[in-house]
């Protein structure tokens, strides 16, 4: 027989036994639905914490600092010897970086200790540099106010437990102005050996001198959360102000003392260079390119590799749960299509008689089968997705009365859609593998006799 | 016509079909030996129990002996694999039933062209034939009409219509007017007669009625009990 009556024959079987055909198709839909929705959590939640937590800097991003040898651990060296000392940190090596294939942006840390005044009030914090791509990097959703206007802006960002500090209300700061005291490094006078090479330094050999400096703010948002905290990241900044910023006030840092007796060759040095990588697989490659220029490196990207293993096995898992009501399913079809054998018993007696084949028979009761799967199947990815929605909804809800920010826990890609559909025509297809043998199997001598 | 030599359609040979119901064994067929030439219409009359359809069904390769052989179309149905057996019932065979055996949720048409599908004829090819088919049993102005909006008769020539439509050799006739009143039954028969006078068809009846035996066909073989009594040109 011809696929083409094959299927027009199938159709008509399933018609005449419309809300048969219906209710097993409707049992596929919700079993299709079930394995969608669950699987789709897992797959939005994988997601999220990916983005989440590459955002946060620890998988994409490779800390560099200065190697040193063993001794100078220990003992800072009495002595500039340039052909032993490791390359120096500095702004020619942090342009060395920039120039690396997929390094997103390269930036100092800037944090330091700062001493806030409100309204006369003063508040001992930590003030860190936020980079300008920290806008789009999710950190900072859900912020209540905004982002900073632009890279040097005079603006600062609090973090929640800072503004309760500040004021019981603390939307009310925003548009509010604080002042920030903070101790500047003033360079001190080269000592003369080493005058021709002290450029624009404030951490040459010479040293420096701390003197106290006062900074106005407007305070234009207010976070939940302390953005990016962690490896690499902004970590303990209650005060956000843009890097550039920061990095213009030449505020003291804890690690100057160490860098004051240390011998450069008289230009800035770094302490550590953050390099953000395009995604987290690139960190490998430009990790072993800065280790091959002679810095010292660190990144977490096993990390990356434990949370991909990680969410497969929650997925499998979910796979396995969601699948449970796809398997009642499967005893639907076996038990509608068994149904169908008795009641067409002469039927298939007469189509036997007029020449049918047992793989004729047999196709007959598949097609009809995978129609049912199909069907099923692309009802069920529908119901899938409308149960996500649902559930997004009620989250989303929930975490507004918790004064959270929206999120979405629900992802439904295409090779899910696929996935599902595909699965769903399988899975009726080795439900209808007993019917369909069964049938074929009819004589048709006695199925003719059967009334 | 396909014959399998000496102008033979059909021959069972020492045929036997033994059933087992437990201990018991039931014979249908009990080493029956029959030829039916090309052209022929052959009666096979015997009471209600005689093996008379059992033996029709083995020569229609819808059942397969338990002992001896059956040769058709130039080979032995007994050695013949399912598909190839199915092939033989599809371009060889016409059925026709004593309860009609239309599918009552299809249209006449759809009906009669169902062996065409079986059959993988082409599509554009269906219709004509179909229609060709209809005509000949004066059933073609109720094309769109299911099985229950006709009467008894009707029904038997549309599935007569059926059997004829993939233009088989043999027609194989399972007490064809059993459900049918005399009037009825014999007009049947009247159409049968012409079917195999104009087609040259080999045509194989079963009947419990003597007299229409009598009557219709050029041979006619009386069974009882699985076996052949007698074989004889009707007179």
């Known amino acids: 027989m011809k696929a083409g009556d094959l299927g027009e024959l199938a159709l008509r079987n399933l018609r005449e036994a419309v809300l048969r055909s219906s209710l097993t198709t409707l049992g596929v839909a919700v079993g299709v639905a079930s394995l969608v929705a669950w699987l789709s959590l897992g797959i939005g939640l994988q997601a999220l914490a990916t983005k989440r937590l590459s955002n946060s800097g620890l998988f994409d991003t490779v800390i560099v600092t200065q190697r040193r040898n063993p001794q100078s651990m220990r003992r800072p060296p009495a002595e500039s010897s340039p052909g032993k000392n490791a390359r120096p940190l500095d702004d020619d090596a942090k342009k060395d970086f920039e120039q690396i294939p997929n390094v997103v942006e390269v930036y100092s840390q800037v944090r330091f200790p700062t001493e806030v005044r409100y309204n006369g009030t003063p508040f001992s914090t930590i003030v860190a540099g936020i980079p300008a791509s920290a806008r789009g990097n999710g950190s900072f959703d859900g912020i209540q106010g905004t982002f900073f206007s632009g890279p040097n802006a005079d603006e600062a960002i609090l973090q929640i437990e800072l503004a309760k500090d500040l004021s019981a209300q603390p939307s009310s700061l925003l548009g509010k102005d604080l002042v920030v005291r903070y101790a500047e490094r003033q360079a001190l006078p080269p000592q003369a050996e080493h005058s021709s090479n002290s450029k624009n330094s404030d951490t040459s050999e010479g040293g420096f001198s701390i003197v106290p400096r006062e900074k106005k703010l407007r305070i234009v948002g207010i976070i939940e959360t302390e953005p990016a905290a962690g490896f690499g990241g902004f970590g303990s900044g209650r005060l956000l102000i843009p890097l550039e910023v920061a990095s213009s006030l030449r505020a003291a840092q804890v690690n100057d003392l160490r860098d004051a007796v240390r011998a450069t060759n008289g230009k800035p040095v770094y302490a550590s260079l953050t390099v953000r990588a395009k995604s987290a697989s690139l960190v490998q490659e430009i990790e072993t390119a800065i280790k091959n220029m002679g810095f010292g490196t660190f990144s977490l990207q096993d990390a990356t590799k434990s949370l991909e293993v990680f969410f497969r096995i929650f997925d499998m898992l979910l796979f396995i749960f969601g699948s449970l009501a796809l398997a009642v399913a499967t005893l639907g079809i076996i038990n509608t299509l068994v149904m169908a054998i008795l009641e067409r018993r002469r039927e298939i007696g007469i189509l036997k008689a007029l020449g049918a084949a047992d793989r004729d028979v047999k196709q007959l009761f598949f097609v009809e089968a995978s129609v049912m799967g199909f069907l099923g199947g692309v009802l069920g990815v529908g119901f899938g997705w409308l149960v996500g929605r649902a559930v997004t909804l009620g989250i989303n809800v929930y975490l507004k009365r918790q004064s959270l920010p929206p999120t979405d826990v629900f992802s439904v890609p295409w090779w899910l859609v696929l996935l599902a559909i595909v699965l769903a025509v399988l899975v009726s297809l080795v439900a209808g593998l007993y019917p369909a043998s069964r049938a074929a199997r009819l004589n048709p001598v006695e199925a003719l006799r059967y009334e | ?235």
């Open chain 2, 1 to 235: 016509m396909v014959t399998i030599g000496n102008g033979l359609a059909v021959r069972a040979e020492r045929v036997s079909r033994h059933y087992e119901m437990g201990a018991a064994v039931i014979r249908a067929v009990d080493d029956v030996t029959l030829e039916i030439r090309a052209g022929e219409f052959v009666a096979l009359l015997g009471s209600s129990g005689s093996g008379k359809s059992t033996l029709l069904n083995l020569m229609a390769g819808l059942d397969r002996p338990t002992g001896g052989a059956i040769f058709a179309n130039g080979r032995n149905l007994s050695e013949l694999s399912s598909l190839e057996l199915a092939r033989y019932r599809s371009r060889t065979v016409g059925m026709v039933f004593q309860s009609f055996n239309l599918l009552p949720r299809m249209t006449l048409e759809e009906n009669v062209e169902l062996p065409l599908r079986l059959a993988a004829v082409d599509r554009g090819e269906r219709a004509p034939r179909v229609q060709e088919a209809l005509e000949r049993v004066r059933l073609e102005k109720r094309l769109s009409h299911r099985p229950s909006e006709l009467s008894g008769g009707e029904q038997q020539r549309a599935a007569l219509a059926r059997a004829l439509v993939n233009r088989p050799t043999l027609l194989f006739a399972d007490e064809p007017t059993g459900n049918l009143d005399s009037a009825t039954g014999e007009s049947i028969m009247l159409l049968l007669k012409e079917i195999q006078q104009k087609l040259g068809m080999t045509i194989v009846m079963v009947t419990h009625e003597r007299p229409l035996a009598e009557r219709f066909a050029d041979r006619i073989a009386a069974l009882a009990d699985g076996k052949l009594l007698t074989d004889g040109v009707n007179s």
